[in-house]
């Protein structure tokens, strides 16, 4: 299969033939459509996470924001069939559903949980095989495209899941989302779709202009003001829910003291190396407003429904925060200039 392969760390990707993935007796192994280049890519290729022990054995193919058709299906399955249209989302079962998350629905807080492209070989090459199929793969409907599913894996789903089952964003709540990447931009759209009153919050004027687009109602950059104090006046005395959708010490502490009273804060975004997990907190502020703070990783594949239903009638349209589509021989370039932060909305690749 032709894949870009990351051969060291922080080394261009090398586009060429690389093995075809070999089936196993629960998995599929699916004909990649379309996969998402997202800024975990990133963190993962410049040796970024090695602190929380991912280091990567290679050559190996990243890539975990992926959607394709089924090419081979194991013995052991049952849901799936050749030919069917699928994505995959990034937070998966590897426990084969036998632990105590899973068993209660929790797929995506799994105790053996897999991520593709860093567990195994993943969207940058033109086959992959996913373990435990029937619990792994959501069937795609006919009437989203490849390019449209390709991010709902990764940032679409996270944001879905975090504001509409972890947060539990109502109609008419004040939202305010610190850093508009991919994972932001997705949380100003859905939120903006459940009905809530957005602020975004960056320091690019271009990501602020495209968050206006996605729905939000008021703009903060912080880079020109500080965002707390801007989203009180903006909220007369602060937001609902405000989301720390970076993951760096400054907006997830501006996140939580851009709350109003009894206010929830969503972590969505992983911290870097910088803060390696660490963030000092306002405790006291905390404790003096009833604040609630709240953790989001990815979706379980059975809240998939809830959120596709709203993307086949037109509520969600993951495919506008595509802002380019790629070959697979761009995927090294666009990933190196993810370091500058300059990327806005999502790029994905679509030609294999
Ligand atoms: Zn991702
Ligand atoms: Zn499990």
């Known amino acids: 299969m032709r894949a870009a392969v990351m051969e060291a760390l922080n080394q261009p990707l090398v586009v060429r033939d690389m093995p075809d993935p070999t089936l196993a007796p629960d998995g599929v192994v699916l004909r990649v459509e379309a996969n998402g280049i997202c800024r975990t890519d990133w963190h993962l290729w410049t040796g970024d996470w090695t602190w ?20 081979e299906v194991g013995p052991q399955v049952t849901r799936w069939k050749k030919g069917d249209r699928v994505i995959v989302p990034f937070s998966q079962a590897g426990c084969g559903s036998v632990c105590e998350f899973c068993q209660s629905g929790h797929f995506n807080v799994c105790d053996g949980q897999l991520v593709p492209g860093v567990a195994y070989w993943g969207g940058f090459g033109r086959r992959v095989a996913v373990p435990h199929a029937d619990v792994n793969l959501v069937g795609l409907p006919d009437s989203v495209g490849f390019v449209d599913a390709a991010s709902m894996g990764c940032r679409f789903m996270t944001s879905f899941h975090g504001i509409a089952d972890q947060a539990r964003v109502e109609a008419g709540e004040w939202v305010a989302v610190h850093g508009c990447g991919g994972v932001g931009l997705a949380a100003v759209h859905i939120a903006t779709a459940l009905g809530a009153n957005v602020i975004a919050v960056d320091v690019a004027d271009d990501k602020l202009a495209f968050a206006k687009e996605l729905g939000a ?24 829910v405000s989301i720390d959708a970076l993951g760096i010490a400054q907006t997830c502490v501006s996140s939580v003291l851009s709350l ?14 910088a803060e390696q997990g660490m963030i000092p907190l306002p405790i006291d ?68």
Not at 217 to 239: F, Q, S
Not at 266 to 272: K, P, V, W
Not at 325 to 344: N, Q, R, W
């Open 52 to 71: 929380i022990g991912i280091q990567l054995p290679m050559p190996h193919v990243l890539g975990h924001e992926f959607c394709g058709v089924v090419e």
């Open 217 to 240: 109602v008021a703009t903060v950059n912080a880079a020109k003001e500080a965002a707390p104090g801007a989203i009180a006046e903006l909220t007369r005395g602060g937001a609902h």
């Open 260 to 273: 109003r009273k009894r206010g929830r804060h969503l972590q969505i975004g992983l911290t870097s190396s």
């Open 285 to 352: 502020v905390i404790v003096l407003k009833e604040l609630q703070i709240i953790g989001s990783l990815g979706m379980p594949a059975p809240r998939f429904g809830a959120m596709l239903r709203m993307v086949e009638r037109g509520k969600l349209t993951p495919g506008k925060l595509v802002h380019r589509k790629i070959p697979l021989e761009d995927a090294g370039t666009v990933l190196a200039s993810m370091g500058g932060y300059g990327t806005v909305g999502v790029t994905v690749i679509e030609k294999y």
